[in-house]
């Protein structure tokens, strides 16, 4: 699946800093964006959303989440 552009009604409007997993945004490795999203998966393109920042811990638990589906 790919970007549809559904994911820019969701997207983070201001930039915080950078700081966007503080305040519970979520990202999108395949649209590029950060998105204000309860669900694990995007809404726009369904893949899996990044949660927190780039660590080894949450990786793992996104490969295991991504084979357990
Ligand atoms: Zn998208
Ligand atoms: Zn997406």
């Known amino acids: 699946m790919s970007c549809r552009n ?3 009604i969701y997207r983070a ?3 915080y800093g950078g700081n ?3 305040y519970g945004y979520k990202r999108c490795t395949d649209c590029e964006i950060f998105i204000k999203w309860n669900g694990p998966r995007c809404p726009c393109c369904h893949e899996f959303l990044r949660i927190k920042t780039h ?3 949450t990786r793992k ?3 295991k989440r991504k084979l357990a589906v």
């Open 6 to 8: 559904i994911c820019t």
């Open 13 to 15: 409007t201001k930039s």
């Open 20 to 22: 966007y997993y503080g």
């Open 55 to 57: 660590d080894a811990k």
């Open 61 to 63: 638990k996104d490969i």
